[in-house]
């Protein structure tokens, strides 16, 4: 365990600051060094997510600075220990083989480790639901006061690091229940009930006016998805990783072993029940919310993993033990999966290279020039990678019907005594559906430079008279 750990360590720093920043990690730095008061707010604040996390990273960069490197590197020590949690968790339920190749799928996983290379809360929520589970375990195993206090700290943490960690809890509630009545200790119950009291009382009132708010029709900005397919992204994402480059057939091996799991596990049909439990019901609720508030996104569900990667090795185990050779080309077919998907996400531009974008400019910039940014947003992830004083406007929001003659008249006003315009692009349909400030830019300017980033275009225009 301690070499598959230095091997989880080493996966996840080897290119940890090879993808640019996007704007969700801008904006994790720029909300955790808020004024204090505006970070202490957010922790009331009607809609917003994630305040203990942005409340631990500002200790974080107060103790080691923000650069990349320090601002994911945070992550990268959640993921680490959530292999080690998987293990303990994982031979808490089953034997040492199937608990070892749980790990070694968790120190491997494309998935955890893109989420361990971030600078968002998931990675941190991972390892806490797993010491939340792994905590109700113990409990409920005569393991006393200490492991219920220790479910109750742990969900809490996480439901403050993320909102839908809050899922946690109906089914943490349904794994206590299954495994009170097989150990048949007749005072679990009594940890259960002030335990799930500390976890639900305190918060009954806010479900008086969240409930209603939840299940009322309205539109997100996020994609609505069949339960089908929310599950085939998530087997996806947890199989082959984010790159998105790898083909459908790739998703058999983990798929095959997570039924053979289920089906020939060396593990007691209650606990295997369970952890089914654990990876449906949560996608389940999501996509009962989702038919009038679309809100699926597989990232906030990053939490069923350790029941899903022991569900796999179960399957694998199942076959080594079945013929030696079959489990070892088994093992190798989905660890040759997830080791491609790794090297393809620590080697291929994915997010916004915004910072691609930034260097281009500072090394060809001239006094005087200024900056359009389409969309707005990006301005923040723009200034983290170049802090330098420089001039730079809003990008026309046009998607509420603007017109080329309102377009035109705000243009020319913008561009007043300019010789040079430089316009970053990204996602600019998000703002200017008709892309009528790019269309204006080609036709009244002379485009003299270009460069391509991952999802980021940088264009340099001359302005005539």
Not at 256 to 262: N, P
């Amino acid at each position: 365990m301690i070499g598959l750990l230095i091997i989880a360590f080493a996966v996840r720093v080897f290119s940890l600051t090879y993808q640019s920043l996007w704007r969700d990690e801008v904006d994790a730095l720029r909300f955790a060094t808020a004024p204090w008061p505006e970070l202490l707010s957010t922790f009331t604040r009607s809609g917003w997510n994630g305040p203990l996390y942005f409340a631990l990273l500002r200790g974080w960069i107060a103790l080691a600075g923000r650069s990349e490197f320090v601002l994911r590197y945070f992550s990268l020590l959640a993921g680490v220990v959530a292999v080690a949690l998987a293990f303990v968790f994982a031979r808490r339920l089953s034997n040492r083989l199937a608990a070892f190749l749980c790990a070694l799928l968790f120190a491997l996983s494309p998935y955890f480790i893109w989420y361990s290379q971030e600078t968002k809360m998931y990675a941190l929520v991972l390892a806490l639901a797993t010491l939340a589970v792994y905590a109700l375990r113990r409990a409920v195993g005569k393991g006393g006061a200490l492991w219920w206090a220790t479910l109750v700290v742990a969900t809490s943490l996480a439901v403050y690091c993320h909102i839908l960690a809050a899922l946690m809890i109906p089914v943490e509630m349904i794994l206590a229940l299954a495994w009170g009545l097989e150990w048949r200790n007749g005072g679990w119950w009594k940890g259960a009930l002030a335990s799930f009291a500390c976890l639900t009382l305190p918060y009954l009132p806010l479900l008086r006016w969240q409930l209603p708010l939840v299940f009322s029709p309205a539109q997100t900005g996020f994609t609505f998805y069949p339960f089908d397919q929310m599950l085939l992204v998530m087997l996806n994402g947890f199989a082959t990783g984010v790159s998105g480059l790898l083909t459908a057939t790739t998703l058999w091996p983990a798929g095959i072993l997570l039924l053979l799991g289920v089906v020939m596990g060396a593990m007691p049909w209650r606990n295997k029940a369970m952890l089914v439990v654990w990876l449906l019901l949560p996608p389940l609720m999501l996509f009962l919310v989702s038919l009038n508030r679309p809100i699926f996104t597989d990232r906030y569900l990053i939490w069923v993993g350790p029941a899903f990667y022991l569900l796999v090795a179960l399957g694998a185990a199942a076959l080594w033990k079945l013929w030696q050779p079959l489990g070892v080309v088994a093992i190798l077919a989905v660890v040759g999966i997830a080791a491609n998907g790794a090297y393809l996400q620590a080697a291929t531009p994915i997010k916004s290279d915004v910072r691609g974008a930034a260097r281009t400019f500072e090394s060809r910039r001239s006094p005087g020039d200024l900056v359009i940014f389409q969309i707005p947003y990006l301005h923040y992830t723009f200034d983290y990678y170049h802090p330098q004083k420089y001039e730079w406007v809003e990008g026309l929001f046009t998607n509420y019907g603007m017109s080329d003659a309102e377009v035109d008249a705000q243009m020319r006003t913008i561009v007043a005594g300019r010789k040079t315009v430089w316009l970053v692009a990204s996602e600019m349909t998000m703002w200017d559906s008709r892309l009528q400030v790019w269309h204006w830019l080609e036709s009244h300017a002379r485009r003299t430079d270009a460069a391509e980033f991952a999802q980021v275009t940088l264009y340099r225009y001359e302005i005539g008279r």
